[in-house]
């Protein structure tokens, strides 16, 4: 049930995304509606992954400011339900983008 909750909250946060950008903007929703996933997908990877960059970045920080010697992580993602499902809004908002401009390709 707290899957199905976490998949209904997530479609519903995205598609409320595209439907303000688009009101905001007066085009259509097809327009946005990839990018909005697209950057939802990423701001998800990027927040639930480990050891990456930013990590090793401000290890080396307090590092160089405290002189204490901080230990490295080793790079780690570990996917949610919210990450899959943004991927799949991406994924489905694409095919439909590319199925909508046709003509134009």
Known sequence: MKVLINIFITILVLLGLSYGITYLT???FIDYSFV????????????????GFT??????TIQGTTGI???GQKYEFSPN???FTALAYTIIAFAAM???YRSYL
Do not use: P, Q
């Open 26 to 28: 007066h085009t259509k």
């Open 36 to 51: 909005i996933g697209m950057a939802a997908t990423i701001i998800i990877w990027f927040s639930t992954s480990t050891g």
């Open 55 to 60: 990590s090793r970045h401000m290890d080396m």
């Open 69 to 71: 010697r901080m230990e």
């Open 81 to 83: 339900i919210a990450f």
């Open 98 to 100: 590319l199925y909508h």
